[in-house]
C-alpha cells in the first residue's frame, strides 16, 4: 500500500522554540495533506489541511499562526509549531490519500511532542 | 453533537468470541466511511472500506446503513492480536474520527 512518512517520530523541546515536523509521501504525489492532533484517551483531531501551492486551511480554534504549514512540493508538507507551550505536548500525525480528497487516507507513523 | 459517536467500550471478550461495534454518524453528505484500528501509541491504519452493500474480509464484516447513517463493524472468532482500539471514520474532503471502542481479547 502507500507509503506516508513522517520525521521526526520523537521529539522533546523547552518552552518557546519551534519545533518543525515533515511529512512525506513515499511512493505517491499528493496535492492535499491533513495535519491531526491526538491528546491522550482522546481521537484524532483534524486540524488543517495543507495544500500543494497555496494557502493551508485551517479548522476552527486552530491558530494558524502558531501553527505553521507549507506545503512545498507534491511530496512535502511541513507542520512548524511554534513558541511552543506545554499544552501543545501531543500526539501529530499526517496523511496523505493516494486516490484524492475524501479517499482513504495513508497516515503517517506519527511524531510525539513533548514540551517541558 | 459529535458528527461522529461510538461506544468507547473497553469491549473484554474471550478469544473465539464475536464482537460487533455500532456507530452513528450526523452529516448526511458524508461519502466515504472506514474502519480504522489503531494500537496504543501507533498511528491508525485502515481496517477496511465500509459500503452499503456490505462487505466482508476474512473475519470482519462491515456495514452501512445510510437511511440510518449507521455503520457497523462485526469480528468473529477474536484473537489475542485483535486488541486495540477500533475508530470509525466519515470522509467529505477530510477523515472525521469518532472516538473509537477500545477491544480487548482475552485468553
Known amino acids: 500500500g502507500a507509503v506516508v512518512s513522517q520525521h521526526p517520530s520523537r521529539v522533546i523541546c523547552k518552552s518557546g522554540t519551534s519545533v518543525k515536523i515533515e511529512c512525506r509521501s513515499l511512493d505517491f504525489q499528493a496535492t492535499t495533506m491533513f495535519w491531526y492532533r491526538q491528546f491522550p484517551k482522546q481521537s484524532l483531531m483534524l486540524m488543517a489541511t495543507s495544500n500543494e501551492g497555496s494557502k493551508a486551511t485551517y479548522e476552527q480554534g486552530v491558530e494558524k499562526d502558531k501553527f505553521l504549514i507549507n506545503h512545498a512540493s507534491l511530496t512535502l508538507s511541513t507542520l512548524t509549531v511554534t513558541s511552543a507551550h506545554p499544552e501543545d505536548s501531543s500526539f501529530y500525525i499526517c496523511?496523505?490519500?493516494?486516490?484524492?480528497?475524501?479517499?482513504?487516507?495513508?497516515f503517517g507513523p506519527g511524531t510525539r511532542l513533548t514540551v517541558l | 453533537r459529535k458528527e461522529v459517536e461510538q461506544d468507547p467500550g473497553p469491549f473484554n471478550v474471550p478469544e473465539g468470541a464475536t464482537v460487533a461495534f455500532n456507530c452513528t454518524y450526523s452529516?448526511?453528505?458524508?461519502?466515504?466511511f472506514f474502519w480504522y484500528r489503531q494500537d496504543c501509541r501507533k498511528e491508525p491504519k485502515l481496517l477496511m472500506s465500509?459500503?452499503?452493500s456490505g462487505n466482508e474480509d476474512g473475519r470482519f464484516t462491515a456495514q452501512l446503513n445510510r437511511a440510518s447513517q449507521y455503520i457497523s463493524l462485526l469480528i468473529r472468532d477474536s484473537k489475542l492480536s485483535d486488541s486495540a482500539t477500533y475508530l470509525c471514520v466519515v470522509s467529505r474532503r477530510a477523515l472525521t474520527f469518532g472516538s473509537g471502542t477500545r477491544l480487548q481479547v482475552q485468553p
Open positions: 452529516n448526511s453528505a458524508s461519502q466515504s
Open positions: 496523511s496523505a490519500p493516494p486516490g484524492g480528497a475524501g479517499f482513504e487516507q495513508f
Open positions: 465500509v459500503y452499503s
